[in-house]
């Protein structure tokens, strides 16, 4: 009852047949005049865009500046992320206490998007890089903290009473115990934190930023240009996309390491 | 025990930080009430909206019109995504025709719809459904499909075997197998779908929890933006635990375990 | 109805010259209501002979045939029970043995009446609301058989049924096929590994070569059981205790122990 898989062969061909219908019938639509080119342009349309864009500037830079200045505050968001969530993680794993201190807090928190802090993120850092990064962190958070304390909390027990068994004391074994073992789960965490990052810097850029390609979409719904619009969209889920595919080689890469590999 | 001490810790906790936020706002004045409200700031702030309304209604008002669109935004999501998933997880010709065009078209972050959404919809709410439906569709999808494609053969050969024909196929043994999974698909699809409602109701709405937010950020008023957000935060919570329910009532006979 | 035929059966898994050959012109005739067990070292193809009488596999050459039909397709004529039991989960004791009868387009009160008896066949009248992971696998294996028979098919295939049991529940099922095969017979197709599991269900057991596999031998055991009456006895070891048995199982041992690359030198 279920089909048989495909030969490579067959696989590229159903795939051209279905990107070609989806282009083809978008095309389709625009150039009939069903759908006005100012609110459909062509896949072309969007295309030139965005080689337009990659010299031309729009709301006050072109595309690669206004990546970069994503890229930058995505960048400190996530590394503060990541520099308070794994650490706080980790002791919430060991310390039997600290976890029943926190958890329900952050269990309270969860349930807040993180895009809803924007409005005190725009209270508190205006427009500046502040805000973004608030909002990046926000999202980018809980992973980093989850993954550190289920790293933690569940480590193979018998490495821990060897440790015990050997009289090491706390802070080292969490260093040199807990922190390793927890490698695995915290580089998932990682990238997971990444990709909650970036999809929260695009919510806050809508909102609190004078920069970046957000800030860039925005300008250009208020101008009706929709090519910049889905030019933005383009680049911001091509990047995503490149920082996802890196991250994941630099995990299998530490896994591989560890003999842990799939 | 551990059940009482756990809940004793958490009590006390509570009430710490409730001191602490006395402590810091009201009675000494560290953080202003410029930055971030007082509990008894906080409390006014919610008596009135509860009373004489804020931004155009009542909080019930807006909650309401959030939880409705989110219901429908999530409703429309699903229905569209699961059955997509479930095709093709099922025929290996669906799966290399729409593969393509989902790789195209799920790195596009979910907000990332909204300037669009505006741009063909307006700020009413129909392009909040649209923005919705795009942010709730991809992970039914993919969960569905990952569902279905994790099924084990022996369970998929002894229905082939009974002879069982096409639609009771995927009706009786497709969906309930992948159940688990979808449900997973399911409860990330609720998160994306209020994530997405706040956002564009921040960016622009005319009714609703996210265009509290908004007024209130603009009006400068704290107290009302924390009454917004904690409104979020209980709907979230109460829409995610109603989901779960009917997981788990859907899912009595998975004793292979539920994942959070 | 139920004779199975295999007319010069080749298997060859993968592409051509880089391809396994599992099979290599397999000849068998099997006899309605006969009961045939197939044993052999691991990799043999013996569970790819059953898988082809499913209709879970092609051959590459050759056909096989059942009540003279070629066999294209699975279907409920030629019943499956899984090692692994395959049952879903998600539905009850009763649900499962339903999905086959509803599938076959009968009527409710005829459905309850063939599920019914199928539960006091197998003893499971008092689990028939039980989900499977309620059920100890002994209890599941039982189900399958269940599944299996209410659907009165013309062929019952075995593929290593009991593998996944523990030792004392695999033997108390064996004695309970013993018993259902008595009460209800049929064609039985039987995978198995264990030499004394075959040489106590069968009629006939078919010995295979390592890979690519052929038929080695095939032993008559029928005759023996009959003339030494083993029917007389209602346990298991009673019966393996007698001589004409442990001859037979020390004649399969022999023959199989010829499949296995000597590694003792």
């Known amino acids: 009852m279920m089909d048989r898989p495909l030969k490579s062969r067959e696989t590229i061909a159903w795939g051209f047949a279905g990107l070609g219908c989806f282009l083809g019938l978008w095309t389709l639509l625009t150039v009939s005049g069903l759908v006005p080119r100012q609110f459909l342009p062509t896949p072309l349309d969007v295309v030139a865009r965005i080689i337009e864009l990659l010299t031309t500037p729009f709301a006050g830079a072109t595309l690669p500046q206004h990546l970069a200045s994503s890229f930058g505050r995505y960048i400190v968001g996530v590394s503060l992320a990541a520099l308070v969530g794994i650490p706080i993680g980790l002791l919430m794993g060991w310390f039997r206490l600290l976890d029943d201190i926190l958890a329900p807090i952050f269990e309270a928190l969860r349930f807040i998007a993180p895009i809803a802090w924007v409005p005190f993120a725009a209270l508190w850092f205006g427009t500046g890089i502040g805000g973004p990064v608030m909002i990046i962190f926000a999202g980018a958070f809980p992973p980093c903290l989850i993954n550190a304390y289920r790293g933690a909390r569940f480590v193979d027990p018998r490495l821990i009473e060897a440790s015990r068994m050997l009289g090491t004391s706390h802070l080292r074994t969490i260093v040199e115990i807990l922190l390793p073992a927890s490698v695995p789960s915290i580089v998932a965490g990682l990238r997971v934190a990444a990709g909650l990052g970036w999809q929260s810097l695009v919510g806050a850029e809508l909102i609190v930023a004078a920069t970046g390609v957000g800030f860039m979409m925005v300008q250009a719904q208020a101008n009706v240009s929709t090519p910049t619009v889905m030019a933005g969209m383009i680049a911001i889920g091509a990047a995503g996309m490149l920082i996802d595919v890196l991250l994941r080689q630099g995990e299998a890469l530490i896994l591989r390491r560890r003999g842990l590999g799939a | ?260 | 109805m139920g004779s199975i035929l295999f007319d010069n059966v080749s298997k060859v898994f993968g592409r051509n010259s880089a391809g396994i050959k599992a099979l290599d012109n397999i000849n068998l005739e099997i006899a309605e209501k006969e009961f045939v067990a197939i044993v052999g070292p691991s990799g043999c193809g013996k569970t790819t002979c059953l898988r082809i009488v499913a209709g879970f596999e092609q051959p590459t050459s050759g056909t096989v045939s059942v009540s003279g039909k070629v066999v294209t397709e699975p279907g409920p004529e030629r019943a499956v029970v899984f090692q692994h039991f395959a049952l879903f989960p998600w539905k009850t004791v009763r649900q499962n043995l339903d999905l086959g009868l509803r599938n076959k387009k009968l009527a409710k009160p005829q459905r309850d009446d063939l599920i019914a008896g199928a539960l006091r066949l197998m003893n499971l009248e008092s689990h028939a609301d039980a989900f499977p992971h309620q059920l100890s696998g002994g209890m599941q294996q039982r189900v399958a058989i269940a599944r299996a028979y209410v659907l009165d098919p013309e062929v019952l295939l075995m593929d290593e049924p009991f593998g996944a049991l523990d030792a004392q529940t695999r033997v108390a099922m064996q004695e309970e096929l013993v018993r259902l095969t008595r009460v209800n017979p049929r064609t039985v197709l039987f995978i198995t590994h264990s030499v004394e599991e075959a040489v106590y269900l069968a009629d006939r057991v078919v010995i295979m070569t390592r890979r690519p596999g052929r038929i080695k031998e095939v032993l008559d055991i029928k005759s023996k059981r009959n003339v030494e009456n083993w029917n007389r006895f209602q346990k298991i070891e009673d019966v393996m205790d007698q001589e004409s048995f442990i001859h037979l199982r020390t004649h399969v041992w022999r023959s199989l122990r010829e499949e296995k690359p000597d590694t003792t030198t």
């Open chain 2, 1 to 260: 025990m551990t059940r009482w001490r756990q809940t004793g810790i958490g009590l006390a906790t509570f009430a710490l930080l409730v001191g602490l936020w006395f402590a810091l706002t009201a009675w000494s004045g560290i953080i202003s009430a410029g930055r971030f409200p007082s509990p008894t700031d906080f409390w006014s702030a919610f008596v009135q909206i509860n009373t004489r309304g804020y931004a155009g209604g009542q909080l019930a008002a807006h909650a309401f019109h959030s939880v409705v669109l989110v219901v429908m935004g999530f409703a429309v999501a699903v229905s569209t995504g699961v059955p997509l998933g479930l095709w093709m997880g099922w025929s290996r010709r669906a799966e290399a025709a729409i593969n393509p065009v989902f790789l195209l078209i799920r790195p596009i972050p979910p907000l990332a719809w909204i300037p669009l959404a505006i741009l063909w919809l307006g700020l009413g709410d129909a392009a909040k459904i649209m923005v919705i439906w795009f942010a709730a569709f991809v992970p039914s999808v993919i969960n569905t499909f990952s569902g279905v494609r994790s099924i084990e053969r022996p369970l998929l050969e002894a229905a082939t075997m009974l002879g069982t024909p096409r639609w009771r196929f995927v009706a009786e043994v497709l969906a309930p197998a992948a159940a688990p999974m979808i449900f997973t698909g399911l409860r990330l699809s609720l998160q994306a779908a209020w994530t997405t409602l706040v956002a564009a109701e921040l960016v622009g709405a005319l009714l609703g929890l996210g265009f509290i937010l908004n007024v209130a950020q603009q009006d400068i008023y704290p107290a009302m933006i924390l009454v917004g957000m904690l409104s979020v935060g209980v709907l979230g919570f109460a829409t995610t635990w109603l989901l779960g329910a009917v997981e788990r009532r859907a899912l009595v006979w998975n004793v292979a375990g539920s994942e959070r």
